[in-house]
């Protein structure tokens, strides 16, 4: 068991969200910078991103570091139903020094801590084969005011502040603001706000990366569905027009991380006509062509691989368009929220049509049935369902749920939480030591003890860990190895 160690964190958050609640409306003459996170960029040992909102427009935006002032620049979005304006700021701070740490500060003319403006640390990610970890989660889920769980999202920023990572994916659902009848729709644009500022407590420390989910207002039909994400998140350029931020890629050490919008590939809510999936493609073919990566690490929201109801989110979908590619460019891990639970598959390679069932869905085949505690994610690719952020309520409908349910459940799910609940998986990447020899991953799930919050009623979940899966995913380096495409990409 691992005490998070949070009581400072939480109440540094609360005591922030505090004065903007007294603050009542936002106050259009406020730049005082609030929600402050860093990214990385196209560049991780070299660059970082330090971004932020304010209440009103900011006066010269800006960031220091040492002697050095970096201006930043504004993005704005009107909230479709309030009409309210989300004022954000994006400072690329670059010429840094790989694996170095840095102090920083964030001010405005107009900033109302001017005197002692907001500062904290960063490190910038390592060159090269080198050691690191990361951790995952999804489903922060932030809630609207309605909700009876508000307050949650401070411990989940103290668990990945326990385990000290360089970064943290953040896989979809940052926040949950679908409206109850007659609710303000003020609220809609508050709940995103709330969400900034209680994961300000770490993303202000070490890059968040995010990506869309399924709860507006990050996601939705039309290009409104996404605007305020793309307001708010400066994420690695994909070099698509009109198409920037809805998914990206970056290089930490020999692992690349590919970060995806599932929404995309949700049958009848596609937005991108194929862009995303020739884009994740050609991404996937020059990873292994490139005999310095070793390890490719796909985050999407939707699961494609667990035993959630068939059709689930983008589960379908993704099966069809992407699972594919994971196979041909030998995928390692893919990391998912969406179902409200943890959940590890078997390495999967390959599909098989379910016998007698329905011509429509496919069956992931698992490379082996045994679970040893190490896979070789060269022969297959172990997808998790990182659901246990916050966000309360289970979704997992069962075993036996969906078309294939019963028979996909029992050959590929290796562990599977017995309750939804909050939880956080740590992830320490071992570049090994020989041109040729092995790498590795080792990985482990903390569950919050004793949570198993199965109704919105519940008070504040367990603020210490105990350890639910550990495993360990090896691979041989690529600096050894010549690849070839796998499956009809080989033909």
Same mark, same amino acid.
């Given at each position: 068991?691992?005490?998070?160690?949070?009581?400072?964190?939480?109440?540094? =958050?609360? /005591?922030?969200?505090? *004065? $903007? %609640?007294? &603050?009542?409306?936002?106050?259009?003459?406020?730049? @005082? !910078?609030?929600?402050?996170?860093?990214?990385?960029?196209?560049?991780?040992?070299?660059?970082?991103?330090?971004?932020?909102?304010?209440?009103?427009?900011?006066?010269?935006?800006?960031?220091?570091?040492?002697?050095?002032?970096?201006?930043?620049?504004?993005?704005?979005?009107?909230?479709?139903?309030?009409?309210?304006?989300?004022?954000?700021?994006?400072?690329?701070?670059?010429?840094?020094?790989?694996?170095?740490?840095?102090?920083?500060?964030?001010?405005?003319?107009?900033?109302?801590?001017?005197?002692?403006?907001?500062?904290?640390?960063? =490190?910038? /990610?390592?060159?090269? *084969? $080198? %050691?690191? &970890?990361?951790?995952?989660?999804?489903?922060?889920? @932030? !809630?609207?005011?309605?909700?009876?769980?508000?307050?949650?999202?401070?411990?989940?920023?103290?668990?990945?502040?326990?385990?000290?990572?360089?970064?943290?994916?953040?896989?979809?659902?940052?926040?949950?603001?679908?409206?109850?009848?007659?609710?303000?729709?003020?609220?809609?644009?508050?709940?995103?706000?709330?969400?900034?500022?209680?994961?300000?407590?770490?993303?202000?420390?070490?890059?968040?990366?995010?990506?869309?989910?399924?709860?507006?207002?990050?996601?939705?039909?039309?290009?409104?569905?996404?605007?305020?994400?793309?307001?708010?998140?400066?994420?690695?350029?994909?070099?698509?027009?009109?198409?920037?931020?809805?998914?990206?890629?970056?290089?930490?050490?020999?692992?690349?991380?590919?970060?995806?919008?599932?929404?995309?590939?949700?049958?009848?809510?596609?937005?991108?006509?194929?862009?995303?999936?020739?884009?994740?493609?050609?991404?996937?073919?020059?990873?292994?062509?490139?005999?310095?990566?070793?390890?490719?690490?796909?985050?999407?929201?939707?699961?494609?691989?667990?035993?959630?109801?068939?059709?689930?989110?983008?589960?379908?979908?993704?099966?069809?368009?992407?699972?594919?590619?994971?196979?041909?460019?030998?995928?390692?891990?893919?990391?998912?929220?969406?179902?409200?639970?943890?959940?590890?598959?078997?390495?999967?390679?390959?599909?098989?049509?379910?016998?007698?069932?329905?011509?429509?869905?496919?069956?992931?085949?698992?490379?082996?049935?045994?679970?040893?505690?190490?896979?070789?994610?060269?022969?297959?690719?172990?997808?998790?369902?990182?659901?246990?952020?916050?966000?309360?309520?289970?979704?997992?409908?069962?075993?036996?749920?969906?078309?294939?349910?019963?028979?996909?459940?029992?050959?590929?799910?290796?562990?599977?939480?017995?309750?939804?609940?909050?939880?956080?998986?740590?992830?320490?990447?071992?570049?090994?030591?020989?041109?040729?020899?092995?790498?590795?991953?080792?990985?482990?799930?903390?569950?919050?003890?004793?949570?198993?919050?199965?109704?919105?009623?519940?008070?504040?979940?367990?603020?210490?860990?105990?350890?639910?899966?550990?495993?360990?995913?090896?691979?041989?380096?690529?600096?050894?190895?010549?690849?070839?495409?796998?499956?009809?990409?080989?033909?």
């Amino acid at each position: 068991m691992i005490a998070a160690g949070t009581t400072g964190l939480i109440a540094a =958050t609360a /005591a922030g969200q505090a *004065r $903007a %609640a007294a &603050r009542g409306r936002l106050d259009t003459a406020d730049g @005082t !910078p609030e929600q402050i996170h860093l990214t990385w960029d196209d560049a991780p040992t070299r660059t970082i991103v330090v971004s932020w909102a304010s209440p009103g427009q900011a006066v010269r935006p800006r960031v220091r570091i040492g002697q050095r002032v970096i201006p930043a620049t504004e993005r704005t979005s009107a909230d479709p139903l309030s009409g309210a304006v989300t004022w954000t700021y994006h400072a690329r701070v670059d010429g840094l020094r790989p694996g170095a740490t840095y102090g920083y500060a964030v001010t405005t003319d107009n900033d109302g801590n001017v005197a002692d403006p907001f500062s904290a640390t960063f =490190t910038t /990610a390592p060159e090269g *084969r $080198a %050691a690191f &970890r990361f951790t995952s989660f999804g489903d922060l889920a @932030t !809630p609207n005011p309605a909700w009876a769980t508000s307050g949650r999202a401070p411990y989940a920023v103290g668990a990945v502040e326990t385990f000290q990572p360089l970064f943290h994916l953040l896989n979809g659902d940052l926040a949950c603001a679908e409206l109850s009848p007659g609710a303000d729709p003020a609220a809609w644009a508050q709940v995103l706000r709330d969400c900034g500022n209680s994961v300000q407590g770490s993303a202000a420390s070490r890059p968040w990366l995010p990506v869309p989910g399924s709860h507006a207002p990050e996601a939705g039909a039309g290009a409104a569905g996404l605007a305020s994400f793309l307001t708010r998140y400066a994420l690695p350029p994909n070099g698509v027009d009109g198409l920037e931020g809805r998914w990206y890629a970056f290089r930490v050490g020999a692992v690349l991380f590919v970060c995806l919008s599932g929404d995309d590939v949700t049958p009848g809510r596609g937005y991108s006509g194929g862009a995303q999936t020739a884009w994740l493609e050609s991404t996937l073919a020059a990873a292994r062509a490139d005999s310095s990566v070793d390890w490719i690490i796909v985050q999407f929201h939707q699961a494609a691989c667990s035993s959630a109801p068939d059709g689930n989110g983008s589960g379908l979908g993704a099966r069809r368009q992407w699972l594919p590619l994971f196979d041909a460019y030998e995928v390692d891990l893919v990391l998912s929220g969406h179902h409200d639970t943890y959940e590890r598959s078997f390495p999967v390679r390959g599909v098989r049509p379910l016998a007698g069932g329905p011509t429509r869905t496919s069956w992931p085949r698992p490379v082996t049935t045994a679970d040893s505690g190490v896979f070789d994610t060269s022969q297959g690719t172990v997808h998790l369902a990182l659901g246990g952020g916050v966000l309360p309520a289970p979704r997992v409908a069962g075993d036996g749920a969906g078309p294939d349910g019963a028979a996909r459940t029992a050959a590929r799910q290796a562990r599977r939480a017995p309750s939804t609940g909050y939880g956080i998986a740590v992830f320490d990447v071992h570049p090994g030591h020989d041109a040729g020899g092995q790498t590795s991953i080792s990985v482990r799930y903390y569950h919050a003890a004793g949570q198993d919050p199965a109704n919105l009623a519940l008070g504040a979940p367990a603020d210490d860990f105990t350890l639910f899966d550990s495993f360990t995913l090896l691979r041989p380096r690529s600096d050894g190895r010549r690849w070839h495409p796998q499956g009809a990409l080989a033909t």
